[in-house]
């Protein structure tokens, strides 16, 4: 996934272990901080697009579309500088098919709707909230999978479902006894946790269209989303509302709208440099203690008093959501170490 293409894996773990420690650690180090700036920066900055009392935009699908041309035009320079400029970045060659494209138009509508809907949540609730208002895609990504992939999960796993599901509820009824609940954003939030656990099953299933390339698939997915947004930003009105919009014409304006694009584009990067340099199971970590450090700046910077009980609410959507990942990933080292019935039958005909 990462811009320099993926290399043997056996070659990367023989020149990590040549590595000294230090400096393993300070790579570990970068990257993590990277991918939390990049992250925390991204929502903030959308934060401010969205619903800025001093930038008064009200056009959410206009600027979710905006960041979805930056993500193309962004694609398209890299792979021509790549075919240019043999060595200089290693990125796929680019080539809109239309036969792909429509392939992959399932998925892009169930991307259309993730990305959609985090930007409606993040623009009806606070940021302090946002976390807990999307804490559901977990919970999605059991059911789904046992609904759509007739996959079971262990007691334990759903125990700390339960947890966030509790947290969730918690949350919500701490931000209605603040008088802060918006139960439209809410909503929103909940159907973009639904759209996150659906995009990652219906992934699977088209990657093999576009060559297992994760950015021939983030080309298509978000070529598809600008073509798909443009007749929504007319039905909605957006494109009357831009044109009357004071600021239009500023540079400043403009230069924020694209650095949400870009931000946008290297969250994907820096999601797979952190995988890379530690693990799947780190990453789920450092992203759920991300999002811990994101709610307090957020309380921080927009000078919130919370009760006790919202926090609770933090605490136990986070606390579910690693104690998932604990649970899985010993879950899945079992499953390794077990040996398989065929090999078992092997080794005892052979005694």
Known sequence: MALMGTSDPTGEAEASQEKPFVLRALQIALVVSLYW???ISMVFLNKYLLDSPSLRLDTPIFVTFYQCLVTVLLCKGLSSLATCCPGTVDFPALHLDLKVARSVLPLSAVFIGMITFNNLCLKYVGVAFYNVGRSLTTVFNVLLSYLLLKQTTSFYALLTCSVIIGGFWLGVDQEGAEGTLS???TLFGVLASLCVSLNAIYTKKVLPAVDGSIWRLTFYN???ACVLFLPLLLVLGELRALFNFPQLGSAHFWGMMTLGGLFGFAIGYVTGLQIKFTSPLTHNVSGTAKACAQTVLAVLYYEEAKS??????????????????WVRGREMKKMQEEPHPRENEKSNMEV
């Not at 609770?312 to 959501?321: A, E, F, K, P, R």
């Open 37 to 39: 700036i990049t992250s």
């Open 308 to 325: 006790f009980l919202w926090w609770t609410s933090n605490m136990m959507v986070l606390g579910g959501s690693s104690a998932y990942t």
């Open 183 to 185: 139960w439209t954003g």
């Open 222 to 224: 978000n070529v598809n």
